[in-house]
Nanobody, 126 residues
């Protein structure tokens, strides 16, 4: 699994961006894919995740109602549609994936994911 994130950029507050994360390797199947973000001086935090089994999605409270995660299991492709962006959303966004079929269910914890993309910068100007 080789994750490549893209779609970041500079946007005004209230605007929208869509992040994309593709697996260029596609040698194994993934079971959960997610997005995390890290703002300057802060720890990396959970944003959203999707399970390919049943399509369950989860969101951090801070983005619920504004962000939507979706994707294509066959392509190991995950998207993050971000609307109503705020300055607090400014961060480097990382996609992540796990290929463990019996994953621990802790979708919000970084150790759940063994594969990570390189990150894409999102800057929201106020």
């Amino acid at each position: 699994v080789q994750l490549q994130a893209s779609g970041g950029g500079l946007v005004q507050a209230g605007g929208s961006l869509t992040l994309s994360c593709a697996d260029s390797g596609r040698t194994v199947s993934t079971y959960v894919m997610g997005w995390f973000r890290q703002a300057p001086g802060k720890e990396r935090e959970f944003v959203a995740a999707i399970s390919w089994s049943g399509g369950a999605t989860w969101y951090a409270d801070s983005v619920k109602g504004r962000f939507t995660i979706s994707g294509d299991k066959a392509k190991n492709l995950v998207l993050l549609q971000m609307n109503s962006l705020k300055s607090d959303d400014t961060a480097i966004y990382y996609c992540a994936a796990t290929s463990r079929p019996y994953w621990n269910g802790l979708y919000y914890r970084r150790p759940t994911y063994e594969y990570w993309g390189q990150g894409t910068q999102v800057t929201v100007s106020s």
